[in-house]
Every structure is written in C-alpha cells, then in structure tokens.
C-alpha cells in the first residue's frame, strides 16, 4: 500500500449485481416522487425545467459515471476517481463529504417513509406524525432491519432495492392512469399554452425549483461505489445507466403532466405529497383507493431507495478504511457473508444519532432543516469533483483500454460535458443555500449553511492529515 492508495480490488467483496439489479438500484436510489407535487407547483413551466435539468445535468452525469466507472471499475467509485485525478487529500474529501451529507438524508427518508405508511392505516392514525416516540422507534427500526440485511450479503439485500425500484415503476404508472382518467372524464385541469411552458428565471422560487429538480437527478454516483460486488462492472453499469435514465425521465415529466391535468396547479400547491394528491386524484374521478395504494408503493419505494443508499454509502468508509485514513477496522470484511459489516454498523449508529438529534425537540428539528439544505450543497460539490475528474483523467489515460466507455465527440466534448456539468452542480449548490422566503435571519441561515459545508470540509481535512500522520508513524516503526 503506498500513499494511502487502496489496494485495486476489495478483497473478500462478492459479485451479487447484474445490469437489472443496477438498473432498480439507479430507480430507487434517484427517483423521489415528492418532487412530482414539487415540480408541479410551478404548472406547466415545470415540465420545461425538467427537460432543462435532464440535459444540463443528467446526460453530463450520465456520460461522465459511464466513463469514469470504466477506467476506474473499483469499490469506492468517486472516492477513487477524485483520488487518481487530484490525489489522496481530494479523494478523502470527496468520499467523506458525501458520507456526511448522507448521514443526513438517512434520517429525512426515514421520517418520510414513517409518515407516509400512515396514509395506508388511514386518517385515524395519521396523528402519530408528530409523535416523536413513533417516528423514532419506527425510523430505528426501519434503519437497522436495513444495515443488518446488509450485513447479510448483497444478494438478499439487493432485494429491498429491487423491489423499491420496482415500486417507483408502479407508482408512477399509477400517476399516468390517474391523470389519464380524470382527463377522459373531466378534461385537463390546468391550461397548458406555449405561453405557460416558459418559466420565469427571474423569479427566485423558480430558481430554487430549478434546483430541486437538478438535485433529484442525482444518483447515478451511487452504483459504481461498489465497483468489485458488481458482475462485468463496466458494461453494466453502461447498460443499466441507459435503461434507467429513460425510466427516470419518463417517470418524472410525464408524472408531473399527469398531476397537472389530474389537479389544479393552485390545488397542488398546498398538498404535501403524492399520497395527498393521489387522495385528491382518487376522489375527483371516483376511486378513493388510490390514495392509500400510493401511499403504500411510496413506502415501498423509499424503503427501497434507502437500501440502496445505506448499500452503496457503507463503502466509502469502508475502502478509505482500507486506506487507513479513517480507522482500519472500518476496512473489515464479514469472514461468512462478505460484507462490510463494520463500516455498516457505524453508519447505521452515526445515523441513530443525527436521527434523534433530529426529533429531540423543535429547536434542533429547526437545525435538522438547515442540515438538509447543507446535504444539497455538499452533494453539488461532491459532483464538481466528479465532472472535474474527467478531463484530468482522460489527459493522464489513467485506466485507457479498449473497452472503456468514452464519451463520443473526442476530447472537446469530454470537457464541453465537464464544464457544464460544473455550471449546473455550481448554480444548484449556490441556490440550495439562499435563505428561503419568509426566513427570520436570512443572512444567519446563509453563514450557517455555508459555514456549515466548510465546517464538514475542516474536518474531514483534519481527519485525513491524521490518518496521514498515523501511516506515517507506523511506516516508520515498521522500518526500524
């Protein structure tokens, strides 16, 4: 091991994921069907945005893991990436970043999934949603059945993460029918004009819409981490990145059309979510249903998706345990069911501990806020590594070889797609720490916010140069 390096493969790691797993992993780690109400908020000019976001951020994201994930086909994936094109120091930072961020929104889909599974048992038990002693009992619960069927293997834990991306799939064709339906009976319910599809970039809820709808692309990082446990990694995670991002976007334009045309846009303005729109949906073409059908495959989705990313997060502790910038046990391997069992169960406890935190009392539910629009702007820098990494790899040929999934157009458009990468990851990251409207200190809300993201930076600076000094040691105690 040399500079901290990893060793190329992660030793006792089973290959449990083809391109079909890799393809519910990507719908269930990205889609989030909140975004639909979200998006439509803004009526038909939504649908704008997405087409917008889909090409700024999504096909340059898509293009760039295709071509990283192939020169670079090891666990760890953007830790590794950023590692071979800035070094060492970069590489921590961008895999601890992107650990903390999660820490995080494990806990906001835990509280999602913990309110919306209400909406099934019905309006008398929707109450509980305030109950701290529900949510946190359910939330643990939830939580570590996840971590300890991930110990368990991937090839029983992938399971989760099909069947929530299987879900996302139902749900969303359950939106089409509903839009579909109330169509035919009632005709559409908000006026779609050329007019009404351009949307106001001077106005600043469109902004932050715009990169609400930018961030609910993010994803695709996520399979390539665990590069060793995937079968025949390069050409599968291409596959699975082609199919599912036509899956994704499907999923998110013509579900947010079908809001439209199902409710008012005013209407869906004030509801708080898809089971709520579905309710309403229901309601206005006959099927009272639906809501709670939504509610449950919206449950399933998100419990899906937090499999998949409790999966893939678990490994960046893990390999930069390997490399003994964090504690080398994190590196340890389950002797029977090869996992990174270690990794899981500190993650799963770090979680615990943000998840309390988070319900304990309003004051500190206030600061969970905040915390969730800290996790946006760490992800978007997270992503400038990525984009970043491309050309310097491509100009080094770190990884060249026949089979490595290039971007088509040559070294011109290989930096044209990192440079707008960048821009649309830079603008979100700027956007997700603008104090929202009606805010009491908005200027405290931005210092806290950006303050916030380089307090997770000093750190994780302060956590690599120890691991450093600690090699360091032991190298030279090793060499006397």
């Not at 070094?87 to 919306?116: I, R």
């Not at 809820?205 to 981490?225: D, K, R, S, W």
């Not at 990145?241 to 005013?266: C, D, E, F, K, Q």
């Not at 009606?438 to 200027?443: E, V």
Request: overall charge positive; proline content about 6%.
């Amino acid at each position: 091991m040399t500079n901290g390096t990893p060793p190329g493969g992660g030793p006792g790691l089973r290959r449990a994921l083809g391109t079909f797993d890799l393809v519910l992993l990507n719908i269930a780690a990205i889609v989030g069907l909140r975004w639909l109400s979200t998006a439509a908020q803004l009526g038909p000019a939504s649908l704008t945005l997405w087409i917008i976001a889909f090409v700024l951020f999504f096909v340059p994201s898509a293009l760039t893991v295709q071509e990283l994930s192939s020169r670079i086909p090891h666990v760890g994936g953007l830790y590794r990436w950023t590692q071979s094109a800035f070094g060492d120091t970069h590489g921590f930072l961008a895999g601890w970043a992107y650990w903390v961020s999660n820490l995080v929104f494990f806990p906001s889909v835990l509280l999602f999934v913990s309110g919306v599974i209400l909406h099934v048992a019905g309006p008398s038990w929707r109450s509980l949603a305030e109950n701290p002693v529900y949510n946190g009992l359910f939330c643990l619960a939830l939580l570590w059945s996840v971590t300890f069927l991930n110990i368990l293997g991937l090839r029983r834990a992938k399971w989760l993460q099909n069947i929530g991306g299987l879900a996302s799939i139902a749900i969303g064709a359950q939106v089409l029918i509903g839009g579909a339906l109330a169509w035919w009976r009632f005709g559409s319910a908000t006026h779609v004009s050329l007019a009404s599809l351009a949307p106001d970039l001077n106005s600043l809820p469109t902004l932050n819409t715009f990169a609400i709808l930018i961030l609910a692309f993010v994803g695709l990082e996520l399979g390539p981490i665990l590069g060793d446990e995937i079968r025949n990694p390069a050409r599968s995670i291409r596959r699975a990145i082609l199919i599912s991002g036509v899956v994704i976007t499907i999923i998110y334009v013509a579900g947010t059309a079908s809001l439209l045309v199902a409710l008012p846009a005013s209407q869906i303005g004030v509801i708080s979510g898809i089971p709520e729109a579905m309710e309403a949906t229901g309601a206005r073409i006959g099927m009272p249903m639906f809501g709670p059908v939504a509610a449950a495959l919206l449950a399933l989705t998100s419990a899906g998706g937090l499999g998949a990313w409790v999966t893939g997060t678990a490994r960046l502790p893990f390999v930069m345990g390997l490399g003994h910038y964090l504690p080398g046990r994190l590196g340890a391997i389950h002797p029977r069911h090869g996992t990174p069992h270690v990794a899981l169960l500190v993650q799963a406890a770090a979680t615990s501990v943000v998840l309390l935190a988070a319900i304990s009392g309003s004051t500190v539910h206030e600061a969970y806020l905040l915390l969730i629009d800290m996790t946006a702007a760490l992800s978007c820098a997270v992503w400038v590594y990525i984009f970043a990494a491309l050309p310097v790899l491509r100009r080094r040929g770190v990884g060249d070889r026949e089979e490595v999934a290039l971007i088509p157009g040559g070294p011109r458009v290989g930096w044209m797609v990192a440079w707008l990468g960048v821009l649309a990851t830079t603008f979100a990251t700027v956007v997700s720490l603008i104090p929202p409207e009606g805010s009491a200190h908005p200027t405290l809300f931005l210092i806290k916010g950006a303050g916030g993201c380089i307090l997770v930076f000093a750190v994780g600076l302060a956590v690599c140069h120890r691991g450093r000094a600690r090699m360091l040691h032991a190298d030279a105690a090793a060499g006397n």
